[in-house]
């Protein structure tokens, strides 16, 4: 089974900003993913590279203003409650001080195993986040939803619209 999707599904962004062993984790009030831990980031506006809109997210939802951020590979799902789909990802060293408000949930440094095993965390970042923040080459991450649930995924090289993402 692949994972068919083209440049086109992938409108958002989601950036992991550590700070030695913790990642700045978001507590979602709104959905998708409400009630639960994500990393920050949200949709690419019209003409905005998918970079830039990750340093925009990531100014706006915890005031650090990023000259960059490393590209880390897709994630994309199929099957999910919402329309099929993906985003750019994105990691990066956090700046000195604390993130200010946030006015899309809740931030707060969590430990990278926390992050890697808790049922709080939206669940296909147990399988994504070790293996960014462990040094893997940009990748494709895609996952196949049942009944709210991830019956299956693949990690397979970047399309080649992506390799200079």
């Known amino acids: 089974m692949r994972a068919d999707l083209t440049s086109a599904h992938y409108i ?3 950036c992991f900003l550590t700070r030695g062993d913790h990642i700045l984790m ?13 990393g920050v980031g949200g949709r690419i ?5 998918p970079l830039a809109a990750c340093l925009r997210e990531v100014r706006e939802e915890t005031g650090y203003r990023l000259a960059t951020a490393r590209f880390d590979g897709l994630l994309s799902w199929s099957g999910h409650e919402f329309p099929d789909g993906g985003l750019y990802i994105y990691t990066v060293e956090a700046p000195a001080g604390e993130p200010g408000p946030c006015p899309e949930g809740v931030l707060v440094w969590k ?9 709080a965390v939206v669940s296909n970042l147990h399988y994504v986040v070790p293996l960014i923040l462990a040094g893997a080459p940009p990748q494709r991450y895609h996952f196949w939803y049942g009944n709210g649930q991830i019956t299956h995924h693949v990690v397979e090289p970047l399309p080649a619209w992506a390799q200079t993402a």
Do not use: D, K, M
């Not at 978001?26 to 994500?38: A, E, F, I, K, V």
């Not at 506006?45 to 590279?49: D, F, K, L, V």
């Open 26 to 38: 978001l507590h979602r009030r709104r959905p998708p993913h409400q009630g639960l831990w994500n």
């Open 12 to 14: 958002y962004t989601l």
């Open 45 to 49: 506006e019209a003409g905005e590279s």
């Open 111 to 119: 430990r990278r195993e926390w992050v890697y095993t808790s049922s």
